[in-house]
Nanobody
Framework: VQLQAYGGGLVQAGGSLKLSCLASGSTFSDYRMAWFRQAPGDEREFVAAISWSGSKFYKGSVKGRFTISRDNAKIMVTLQMKNLILADTAVYFC?????????WGRGTQVTVSS
């Protein structure tokens, strides 16, 4: 699976941003999809995930502000981010896994300014 994430950018605190990840190369609908992020000097951390059946999971600090969704027909997963805060600043990575195989996309930078 090849993953291409896009949609990052600069946004003011309180604003919104939508990240998208386009997948190619395999049976997308079987894969669990997720978003991770990594801030400078920090380890990469889980943000949100969506299973093949549509079950969603979120990091506590983003729950209620971020929404992950998938469109199997478009082989795409999105992360809608609202009420962004400075702590959301990071490089966001798209991730996919299935039966022990995992894949990472290149990150997209999200910068939240005050």
């Amino acid at each position: 699976v090849q993953l291409q994430a896009y949609g990052g950018g600069l946004v003011q605190a309180g604003g919104s941003l939508k990240l998208s990840c386009l997948a190619s190369g395999s049976t997308f609908s079987d894969y669990r999809m997720a978003w991770f992020r990594q801030a400078p000097g920090d380890e990469r951390e889980f943000v949100a995930a969506i299973s093949w059946s549509g079950s969603k999971f979120y990091k506590g600090s983003v729950k209620g502000r971020f929404t992950i969704s998938r469109d199997n027909a478009k082989i795409m997963v999105t992360l809608q981010m609202k009420n962004l805060i400075l702590a959301d600043t990071a490089v966001y990575f798209c991730y996919a896994d299935h039966l022990g195989d995992d894949f990472w996309g290149r990150g997209t930078q999200v910068t939240v300014s005050s």
